[in-house]
């Protein structure tokens, strides 16, 4: 094990590992790609991006609500698999931001404080300052702060905030978020929700809140993302059954139980031969009676 930041892993990428690992962003993946592609060493990259939730009219807003609120503002909304913003169909706009409202408070009180036991700060000034911009450039562009907003440089603190009145050419949605802000933008179905989806990077993860089983297979089959969780977030990451992984944009291969140990395996292929092989009937010179031979064992291939 060896500890560090930006430098160490510069120099450990000099190395001629055979497979290398990584967790991040799509930009430092790339670094780390083109650095293995120099002694074509295998990589696995899980490499985030924005994780999309589709709300449609049929959902049980209060129970997408509980979740959404949990798994977003769960360390600040600093975990790779959170949901990033919220495509919500229009009918249900309204009542998705009440839930949410009353679940942040209920989770995390009335005033949040940063390093209390229910939530935590920003990890660095770094991403506090680059969050801070993120929400003041949204305001700036049309979004309405629905719920929290508070900031404090100090603590490192800034509270689970909810964004309304969300253009899709708002800066929040141009980059991962990865802190606590939940920008909404309402759609006026589910495949306006889907164009939406694909016409961005494909995401680490999809989140699809619906009852409708015509919407449920819509969604799956006209997206691409590294995984889909129906009517819940986040627990595909938990279960060691499944693969976790991005695709393109948000990642390279997978890992994870039985999926993690032949990620960092190679299936070597390895046969013993016996002294008797059939192949001895078939070397030159090819008389007739070889021709004729030949031409029977294709038949049956």
Not at 156 to 165: A, F
Not at 238 to 249: D, E, K, M, R
């Amino acid at each position: 094990m060896i500890l560090g930041e930006k430098s160490v892993a510069e120099k450990l990428l000099t190395l001629p590992f055979n497979h290398i690992l990584f967790t991040g962003s799509p930009e430092i993946g790339k670094i780390v790609m083109r650095a293995a592609a120099k002694h074509l060493s295998g990589v696995t990259l899980e490499l985030g991006g924005k994780s999309p939730t589709v709300i449609d009219s049929s959902a049980n807003i209060k129970d997408a609500a509980w979740k959404i609120a949990f798994f977003k503002f769960a360390n600040a909304g600093q975990t790779c698999t959170a949901p990033d913003y919220i495509l919500c169909e229009e009918s249900v706009h309204d009542k998705l931001v009440q839930e949410l409202n009353k679940n942040i408070i209920h989770f995390f009180g009335g005033n949040i404080r940063a390093g209390s036991k229910d939530y935590c700060s920003i990890a660095n000034e770094l991403h506090f300052n680059r969050l801070e911009t993120m929400l003041e450039e949204s305001k700036n562009h049309g979004a309405v702060v629905a719920c929290g907003g508070n900031k404090n440089k100090e603590d490192l603190y800034i509270s689970p905030t909810v964004l309304t009145g969300v253009q899709p050419e708002n800066p929040v949605l141009s980059e991962e978020i990865f802190g606590p802000l939940l920008p909404i933008v309402k759609v006026k179905g589910v495949n306006e929700a889907i164009n939406y989806i694909n016409g961005k990077p494909k995401p680490l993860a999809l989140y699809l809140f619906s009852k409708n089983k015509t919407n449920q297979n819509l969604v799956l089959n006209s997206t691409s993302s590294g995984g889909l969780v129906i009517n819940d977030c986040v627990l595909h990451h938990t279960n060691p059954n499944l693969p976790f992984g991005g695709i393109n944009n948000s990642g390279v291969g997978s890992y994870h139980g039985k999926f993690g140990f032949d990620a960092f395996s190679h299936q070597k292929a390895v046969m013993e031969s016996s002294g008797l092989s059939p192949f001895k009937l078939m070397l030159p010179p090819y008389t007739e009676t070889k021709v004729r031979l030949a031409n029977l064992i294709k038949k049956f291939f």
